[in-house]
């Protein structure tokens, strides 16, 4: 399924592989942007599109996705910036678990997803089946447990592996190549992990993003939805012979291993 008509995304590189998503309601031309830290190439892509800034989404406190809230609101005062965690500057409505955001028409549920951060969230916007996951969910890969445990985050990745197979995944980092080639080693024979890594390196090649990706190719690829894999488990037991084989076990061993990779 593609995003519906009524919803443009726009991904806009920021720092050195983070993205900031700017979102289009088509029907009224105004905008919304996921995540802010250099607001300069932001508002060159709002201008050029023609449309009007009217709202941050702020996934979660970390200086690489609101760095620049500050200087956007100078830029642009009048901004509504949503935001769950105190820590985010310039929030001016607060919103909390199952809020409903807006972008023109267009309307997001807040999700909480802690661990990489307390405060963090996804926007879900159901109708036209889109997430924006910020450093919880990569394309093959979760954010590091900076505020969390495993057993928090496999709830959080859990709430956003039950949304619909074809909802479009719009991921905070460009770490797909690594996280892949990660992915490969606990699972050698997955074949659609196999060709989804063939698949992203002729992206990055190419010069093109690897976002967005979508729940059902996640399931299929990333090894921190993959907790319940039988050929993961049977990688990790081989290499560990006394790691417990419960699901919050499996799935912090395969997070401690993807931080000294
Ligand atoms: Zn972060």
Same mark, same amino acid.
């Given at each position: 399924?593609? =995003? ?6 726009? =991904?806009?590189? $920021? ?25 300069? =190439? ?17 996934? #979660?406190? #970390?200086?690489? #996705?609101?760095? /620049? ?43 909480? +997803?802690?661990? #990489? ?15 924006? @996951? ?10 590091? %447990? ?16 039950? %949304?619909?197979?074809?909802? $479009?995944?719009?991921? /905070? ?11 490969? @080693? ?6 659609? %992990? ?10 990055? $090649? ?8 979508? +729940? ?6 990333? =090894? ?11 990688? %990790?037991?081989? $290499? ?22």
């Amino acid at each position: 399924m593609e =995003p519906a008509d009524s919803m443009k995304v726009i =991904p806009i590189p $920021q720092l050195s592989d983070n993205y900031a998503y700017l979102i289009i309601d088509t029907a009224t031309d105004k905008a919304g942007i996921v995540d802010c830290a250099e607001p300069a =190439p932001i508002l060159a892509v709002v201008d050029s599109e023609g449309v009007e800034l009217t709202s941050i989404l702020p996934t #979660h406190h #970390h200086f690489d #996705h609101v760095g /620049g809230n500050d200087e956007m609101l100078k830029a642009r005062p009048g901004l509504t910036v949503y935001g769950f965690d105190d820590r985010v500057p310039g929030i001016t409505d607060r919103v909390d678990e199952g809020s409903l955001v807006s972008v023109g028409e267009l309307k997001a549920r807040v999700m909480s +997803i802690p661990a #990489h951060t307390t405060g963090h969230i996804a926007y879900y916007f159901e109708n036209e089946a889109a997430v924006f @996951t910020g450093d919880t969910l990569f394309a093959g890969g979760c954010g590091r %447990l900076f505020e969390g445990d495993a057993a928090m985050m496999i709830k959080s990745l859990g709430k956003l592996r039950d %949304l619909p197979n074809e909802t $479009q995944v719009y991921f /905070g980092h460009e770490y797909t190549e690594n996280n892949l080639r990660f992915a490969s @080693t606990l699972e050698p024979n997955n074949q659609s %992990l196999t060709e989804k890594r063939a698949w992203a390196a002729g992206q990055i $090649q190419d010069g093109k993003f690897t976002t967005p990706t979508t +729940i059902a190719s996640e399931k299929e690829t990333n =090894p921190f939805f993959r907790w319940e894999s039988e050929e993961l488990r049977n990688t %990790l037991s081989a $290499q560990f012979s006394d790691l417990p084989m419960d699901d919050v076990s499996v799935f912090a061993k395969t997070r401690a291993l993807k931080d000294s990779f």
